[in-house]
């Protein structure tokens, strides 16, 4: 399942993104999937319900942090 991202065009102000962050958590999440199906084949279907719910959230806030430190990066770039 490992693949290498061999080039991506990013705006400058995501130049220094940490794109291996992003790949991370989308690959965390993709466990989380499966643990929740996991967790609804058993007969769990709150449980599961609730870690997507969780993990979805945790995403969203883990990227927009990435992108964020990002920008705040190009902002000193760009002052100096």
């Given amino acids: 399942m490992s693949r290498k991202v061999k080039s991506v065009r990013v705006p400058k102000e ?3 993104l940490d794109l291996s962050g992003v ?7 993709l466990r989380d999937l499966e643990s929740a199906t996991m967790l609804k084949s058993g007969g769990n279907r709150e449980a599961a319900e609730a870690l997507l719910k969780t993990r979805q959230a945790d995403l969203g ?3 927009g942090l990435l ?3 990002a ?4 902002g000193k770039n760009k002052e100096e």
């Fill in 67 to 69: 992108v964020w430190e």
């Fill in 61 to 63: 806030r883990k990227v």
């Fill in 14 to 16: 995501l130049e220094t």
């Fill in 71 to 74: 920008r705040v990066e190009y």
């Fill in 23 to 29: 790949i991370r958590e989308c690959e965390k999440y």
